[in-house]
């Protein structure tokens, strides 16, 4: 099964965070699960850790590339079509961040792994 990872849940895997649920973890764990990551992701940690919202992620920011390769994660680019879906959603959700990953779980056809509601407004199947 292939599985997005919600940004805030790649950086409880990567730094083992109790904060990830036990569902979640299991299902990053699971050997057959296909694990994606978004450009968006990556984009939302180096921003968020510039602007010193993320201050204990340094290690995780200094080689992110690396812990990617080495999770056997894969890279979910954003396409023109994951950019006019994230810009054509409805809805009062503010988030770029969190549009584009609806979008792009929506595209995919693929479950989110998060603890946030707000996929499920977007009809996303989300697993925590």
């Not at 010193?52 to 023109?80: C, M, T, W, Y």
């Not at 959603?89 to 969190?98: E, I």
């Amino acid at each position: 099964m292939r599985l997005l990872l919600d940004t805030h849940a790649l950086l409880w895997w990567l730094t083992d965070d109790p904060a990830l649920s036990a569902t979640a973890r299991k299902s990053v764990a699971r050997s057959g699960n296909t694990i994606l990551v978004s450009a968006a992701s990556t984009w939302e940690i180096a921003i968020k850790f510039r602007l010193g919202k993320l201050p204990d992620a340094a290690e995780v920011v200094s080689d992110l590339s690396g812990h990617l390769q080495r999770e056997r994660f894969e890279n979910l680019l954003i396409s023109a079509e994951h950019g006019i879906r994230a810009g054509l959603l409805p809805g009062p959700h503010k988030d770029p961040f969190d549009r584009m990953l609806i979008a792009q779980a929506q595209a995919e056809d693929v479950p989110i792994i998060s603890n946030d509601i707000v996929f499920d407004q977007y009809k996303v199947r989300r697993i925590w």
